[in-house]
T-cell receptor, first 113, second 111 residues
Framework: AQSVTQLDSQVPVFEEAPVELRCNYSSSVSVYLFWYVQYPNQGLQLLLKYLSGSTLVESINGFEAEFNKSQTSFHLRKPSVHISDTAEYFCAVTSSNTGKLIFGQGTTLQVKP | DVKVTQSSRYLVKRTGEKVFLECVQDMDHENMFWYRQDPGLGLRLIYFSYDVKMKEKGDIPEGYSVSREKKERFSLILESASTNQTSMYLC??????????FGPGTRLTVT
């Protein structure tokens, strides 16, 4: 069975500081990996995804994540955060066999001025 | 632009009531999903559907049922609402088996 673990439930950080949100997964088959973001009182929006090819993927608002197969990780990073990045972030995995998304518990990123 | 809509943003129901949550997508997606979101637990899959009139149980189907009579609409039904079903409910749709698009969510309170 697949599972996703987000190692931090809350990450407080000051504005313009770098941040890393950690995600580890377990799966016995090939996977597709996703990061979703949920702003207050909204649904989830796709931030970035890894399907195949380059293991480093980027979003349009400066986030990036690297697929590390040997460490079964897909950590999310941003070199300099803004107040507007305050949100909850979910890591998710699906396999080519099922199509069902398995979500981690979520990490709340709190950016302080 | 991709759009998934849910019938209500906030809903308050009494214990024992039958509750209908509606979800509509305008992208002609074949796959639709219902999740519930609870603090510290992330999103958990209740039911999903790969085609009209087709449904499959997710990880936590107990106490819920679904209906998909048309491709664009996927309904979640709580036959007899209970307080432990107080939660945020999120609908999603997708084409093929990858990226899912989410609605804004319905916050259901059962008293």
């Amino acid at each position: 069975a697949q599972s996703v673990t987000q190692l931090d439930s809350q990450v407080p950080v000051f504005e313009e500081a770098p941040v890393e949100l950690r995600c580890n997964y377990s799966s016995s088959v090939s996977v597709y990996l996703f990061w979703y973001v949920q702003y207050p009182n909204q649904g989830l929006q796709l931030l970035l995804k890894y399907l195949s090819g380059s293991t480093l993927v980027e979003s349009i608002n400066g986030f990036e994540a690297e697929f590390n197969k040997s460490q079964t990780s897909f950590h999310l990073r941003k070199p300099s955060v803004h107040i507007s990045d305050t949100a909850e972030y979910f890591c998710a995995v699906t396999s080519s066999n099922t199509g069902k998304l398995i979500f981690g518990q979520g990490t709340t990123l709190q950016v302080k001025p | 632009d991709v759009k998934v809509t849910q019938s209500s943003r906030y809903l308050v129901k009494r214990t024992g009531e039958k509750v209908f949550l509606e979800c509509v997508q305008d992208m002609d997606h074949e796959n639709m999903f219902w999740y519930r979101q609870d603090p510290g637990l992330g999103l958990r899959l209740i039911y999903f559907s790969y085609d009209v009139k087709m449904k499959e149980k997710g990880d936590i189907p107990e106490g819920y049922s679904v209906s998909r009579e048309k491709k664009e609409r996927f309904s979640l039904i709580l036959e007899s609402a209970s307080t432990n079903q107080t939660s945020m409910y999120l609908c999603a749709s997708s084409h093929a088996i990858v990226e899912q698009y989410f609605g804004p969510g319905t916050r259901l309170t059962v008293t």
